[in-house]
């Protein structure tokens, strides 16, 4: 078998983890030095690290599954093949902490087909951790090893966005939740402005995520959020019901109370407005 063959007999799940390490080695590389901006929209920008990260996971994609389609934050989509399978790639998330040399990032490569999300990997540049899952389980990766993932609210550490867009903030917005009271009093609030967050949430490093918006095919979140449906979290949209319906936005959470804690902060909010 030549090489052609053997990228083309890599699984999905080896295959997700050496896209997002290639990623994550560029980002590596380039920390800390001069970056070119590319403005987008709001104030947002991508610097060479994103564009460079996208094309080498890109390069990895392609070797293996050439006729895939693929959905990335910088380049969009590209790919034509006849196929319900979509690879979601979000290079560098973290961008704004990375353009100040704040090692907060993460790079996201997930696999839609069909309707579910069938592997992922969210990897963090500066601790060479990749946190994985193939569907049935989550694990982290370690100089080679893998350990599973196992979710836990004892730190009360709850992560949440605070970046735009905010489709539901007449009746919810994360800004207003840190502020009340209730959530003073249950838990610790942090906003590390990536979606590695939502990774530690999985791995027992954070107690919950909470973020607004319409998260459907975002190449930012369909990681992180496999990995914590695999690892066995509480995941569904900020009102309760399950992801991508509804109201949207996302609240995964370690386990059923802090779930229940949140969702019940969040009501509040609805009914102050009614």
Known sequence: MGIYGLRMSISDQDLVIEAAEAGAAVVRSHY?????HFPKDAGDFATTADVEAEQAIVDVLRGARPEDPVLGEEG????RGATDRLWLVDPLCGTLNYAVRNMLAS??????????????????????????????????????ADERLTPSAGSKLVDVNLDP????????????MLA?????????????????????????????????GHLRDSVHFAAGIALCQAAGCVV???????IHAGAGGLVAAADERTHAAL????????????
């Open 76 to 79: 969009g989509r590209t790919g």
């Open 236 to 242: 569904t949209g900020i009102d309760g019901g399950p």
């Open 165 to 176: 867009p905010f489709p539901n903030h007449a009746v919810f917005s994360a800004a207003r």
């Open 32 to 36: 800390g030095s001069a970056l070119t």
């Open 107 to 144: 790079v996201n490569v997930a696999l839609r087909t069909g309707a579910r999300t069938t592997v992922a990997a969210s990897a963090d540049p500066f601790t060479n951790e990749v946190f994985w899952t193939g569907g049935a389980a989550a694990y982290v990766r370690r100089g080679g």
């Open 180 to 212: 009340d009271e209730g959530f003073i009093g249950q838990f610790r609030p942090r906003v590390v402005s990536t979606t590695l967050a939502v990774a530690w949430v999985a791995a027992g490093r954070r107690a919950a995520y909470v973020t607004d």
């Open 263 to 274: 969702l019940t902060l969040i009501a509040g909010q609805r009914s102050r407005q009614d």
